[in-house]
C-alpha cells in the first residue's frame, strides 16, 4: 500500500510530465520570467516580463524562438505572445474548484535552466495586488508552492494537472498570488489572441504613498493638504505634455477629491479618452491643469 509520501511523490512527477513541456522560458537570463503554451502559436505569461514588443521564448526542448505581442492587457498584467511553438502539447484549460487548502503545484522555467514543479496549498482567495501600472488586481489566489526569482508567469495546476493560475507576485514570507484561471480571466486571454488589447487612459505619472506625501510637504513647510503626491512623471506622458510636474499634488480630478491612487484611476476610466481636467496643487499655487489623451493605452 503506498505511503502518503510516494502519492504525493507521483503526483508531482504525473503533473511535472503532463504539464512541463508546455512551460517556457521568457526572456533571457535570470530576472524575466515564465509562460506557458496557451494554444499552437500562443503563449501566456505576465505583462511585466515584457521589455519591448519582442522577447525570447525558450522550450523545455532547448529550441528558441522570437515572439512578439499579439495582444497585451498591462493593467491586468497578462500578455499573450505570438511564437512558432512547434506542435508544443498546449496546457489544458479546464474548470478547477479552488479553495482554501487545496493542493496546487507551481511550475516554472526560470533562466532556462529546466523545468521546476514545487507543491503548496492554497492558503487565501479573492486577495488584491497592483499591477505593473498601479491598478488594483482583484480576486487573486493566494498560496505557498515555492517560487524562484524568474517564475512569475507560469502556471499553477491542481493535482490532476488542470489550470488554476498564472503566477504574478510574491508577499515574501513563503507566500505567492496567482491571476485565478477563471471564467474572466479565459475571455480577456481569448480577447488578447485575436490581437484586442483593452485601451485604458494612462496618465504618465508615479505617486508617492499619502503618508510620504504628508511627510515631505510638511518637512519644507508646506500646509497638510490632501492629494496625491506626483514623485515622477514620464516627459512624453499625457501627464508630462500638459505640464504636470514632479513634486506636484493632485488634489482633485474632473470634480472628484483625490485621496487615493483608485479614485484617479476611477476618474480617468470615466472620462475614457477626453480630456480630463485636475486641480494641481505646487507649492502654495492652485492651478487647473487640463490634459488630453491622444491614444489610449
Not at 524562484?148 to 510574491?170: E, F, K
Amino acid at each position: 500500500m503506498a505511503t502518503i509520501v510516494e502519492e504525493l511523490e507521483g503526483t508531482l512527477r504525473g503533473v511535472a510530465e503532463r504539464v512541463g513541456p508546455s512551460v517556457v522560458r521568457i526572456g533571457r537570463g535570470w530576472g524575466r520570467g515564465t509562460g506557458v503554451v496557451l494554444a499552437d502559436g500562443l503563449v501566456l505569461t505576465n505583462a511585466h516580463n515584457l521589455r519591448g514588443e519582442e522577447t525570447t521564448v525558450a522550450f523545455a526542448d532547448g529550441r528558441s524562438a522570437t515572439a512578439t505581442v499579439r495582444g497585451v492587457d498591462q493593467d491586468g498584467d497578462v500578455v499573450v505572445l505570438a511564437v512558432d511553438t512547434a506542435g508544443v502539447a498546449p496546457i489544458g484549460w479546464e474548470p478547477a474548484d479552488t479553495a482554501v487548502g487545496t493542493a496546487v503545484i507551481a511550475l516554472a522555467n526560470p533562466a532556462g535552466r529546466g523545468l521546476r514543479a514545487t507543491l503548496g496549498f492554497v492558503s487565501a482567495i479573492g486577495q488584491t495586488f497592483r499591477g505593473p501600472r498601479g491598478r488594483r488586481i482583484a480576486g487573486s489566489i493566494e498560496h505557498t508552492a515555492p517560487l524562484s526569482r524568474g517564475s512569475s508567469g507560469g502556471p499553477v495546476v491542481d493535482a490532476a494537472g488542470r489550470l488554476v493560475g498564472i503566477n504574478t507576485n510574491r508577499l515574501g514570507e513563503g507566500f505567492y498570488l496567482a491571476i485565478p484561471a477563471d471564467a474572466d480571466l479565459k475571455a480577456r486571454v481569448d480577447a488578447l489572441a485575436r490581437g484586442e488589447s483593452p485601451a485604458r487612459p494612462r496618465l504618465g505619472v508615479a505617486l508617492a504613498p499619502r503618508h510620504a506625501a504628508r511627510r515631505l510637504r510638511a518637512a519644507v513647510g508646506l500646509p497638510e493638504r490632501d492629494g496625491l503626491l506626483v514623485r515622477a512623471v514620464d516627459a512624453d506622458s499625457p501627464a508630462g505634455r500638459a505640464g504636470i510636474r514632479a513634486g506636484d499634488l493632485l488634489v482633485d480630478a474632473a470634480g472628484t477629491a483625490l485621496t487615493t491612487a483608485d479614485e484617479l484611476f476611477e476618474a480617468l476610466d470615466r472620462v475614457g479618452g477626453a480630456a480630463l481636467t485636475l486641480h494641481v496643487v505646487r507649492g502654495v499655487e492652485e492651478l487647473e491643469v487640463t490634459v488630453t489623451f491622444d491614444t489610449a493605452a
